[in-house]
């Protein structure tokens, strides 16, 4: 019943790093064709080292040597999202993996990759407010007294109410990316029956971002529409007056981005002393990297303008006519600025930027010992030492974007 930031994650028994705040594991960069399996643990166990509340989940590698002969693995896969709709989302995954013995079975090898990438688009509308504004004509005859209750859920999504409320109004589009690469390989030594040398390797990297492009207005009272086209008390079309610089239409832009890197290494080798006697001793290292930039910049032109829409009939996005476009093409005329105190403290606020960095280290040593017993209740003993170190820090700069005048209103 918790969530994955509640278990452990480990791989072939190893604690792993993670790029977030908490210790959740990102399952997707694992090489599927080269994970053999997993052991969940819902239970406490004496022989884990580090383990979850909720429970903690060991993702074990292939052992070359186990298969039969040389194995090589295409996979290749293509998606599609939003299929139907105006914005269609895309991605592929492809995978290769080759499994092979070498020297008379006693040498293993297995490599295995991953790429996964994908976009989607969003576009939306919106508003805010309570709908305390009255519309108005060209002549500036009352139009209608605001809806008392104007917040309605759009029936059979057959009308956008848009902009018929509130204190203004808003359209945006929301562009994703998702690029993964994982790598993953294991060599396998074994000269003879009692001794077992491993090494294995992961990496991993992955890229998120989200750019927002959203354009807002904010009704800034009196006869904020006029020509207005009035429907079940929902203004469909009109004309609003942009004021001039800061309180035009804001065009808002926002990145957010997280650049992550995850390795791990491990070698483990495992002797059989005796008949009764088995050790196991493993080094292990893994480490993790987030680099996050979230960067966001306000911008209008410096003149007055009026903003004419139209809401389509169907649900979707309205349409949006300036009264003078040229501007808004221009870049001489489009400045970077502060908006009506959006900041909530003194400063002319234009834009914000945070970027916290958080770097997560592994360095364990373990050696195990196991003891076969003849007769008796128990069937083996097994004791050992575990030592593990860990580092995690997360270090940031979080800040507004102020204009270097002081007025907020420098050229872009």
């Known amino acids: 019943g918790l969530g994955p930031d509640f278990n452990g994650y480990l791989l072939n028994g190893r604690e792993q790093t993670s790029t977030g705040d908490s210790r959740a594991d990102d399952l997707s ?8 399996g997993a052991t969940v643990y819902k239970t406490g166990d004496a022989s884990l080292m580090t383990a979850g509340l909720a ?11 186990n298969y039969p002969g040389r194995v090589f693995s295409v996979i290749a896969e293509k998606t599609q999202t939003g299929r139907g709709l105006a914005h269609v989302g895309h991605g592929n995954r492809y995978s290769l993996s080759y499994i092979d013995q070498f020297a008379d079975r006693k040498i293993g090898l297995a490599v295995g990759f991953v790429h996964a990438f994908g976009r989607t688009n969003q576009v939306g509308s919106g508003n805010w407010g309570d709908g305390g504004h009255q519309a108005f004509d060209a002549a500036g005859n009352n139009l209608g007294a605001p809806d008392p209750d104007p917040v309605k859920a759009p029936s059979g999504f057959d009308n956008v109410n848009l902009p018929g409320f509130g204190g203004g109004l808003s359209v ?3 562009h994703e990316r998702d690029d993964r690469d994982g790598l993953a390989g294991v060599l396998e030594f074994k ?3 009692n001794f077992t040398s491993e090494i294995d390797f992961y990496h991993a990297k992955i890229f998120t971002s989200t750019k927002n492009a959203v354009v807002k207005y904010g009704y800034a009272g009196g006869k904020d529409v006029t020509n207005a086209t009035l429907s079940n008390n929902t203004i469909t079309s009109g004309t609003v007056q942009l004021g001039a610089n800061p309180n035009g239409l804001i065009d808002y832009a926002e990145n957010i981005s997280d650049n992550d890197t995850l390795q791990s290494f491990g070698w483990r080798n495992s002797a059989k002393l005796s008949d009764t006697w088995r050790v196991v001793g493993d080094y292990s290292h893994n480490s993790a990297k987030r680099v996050e930039r979230d960067i966001e910049a306000y911008a209008g032109i410096t003149t007055a303008d009026t903003l004419s829409f139209t809401t389509p009939s169907g649900f979707g996005v309205p349409h949006l006519t300036f009264g003078n476009p040229s501007a808004y093409t221009t870049p001489g005329s489009i400045v970077i600025r502060d908006q009506s ?3 909530g403290t003194s400063a002319a606020q234009a834009g914000y930027n945070k970027g916290p960095t958080t770097v997560d280290k592994i360095d364990g040593a373990r050696l195990d010992f196991t003891h076969d017993l003849a007769s008796g209740m128990f069937s083996d003993l097994q004791f050992g030492a575990n030592l593990t170190k860990r580092t995690k820090d997360r270090s940031t700069d979080e800040g507004l974007i102020v204009s270097t005048t002081g007025g907020g209103y420098d050229p872009i």
Do not use: F
Not at 29 to 36: D, G, H, K, R, T
């Open 29 to 36: 960069v694992y090489p599927s064709e080269l994970i053999a």
């Open 191 to 193: 000269p003879n029956a």
């Open 55 to 65: 429970g903690t989940i060991d993702n074990k590698l292939i052992d070359p040597l």
């Open 172 to 174: 945006q589009n929301v």
């Open 341 to 343: 105190g959006w900041s």
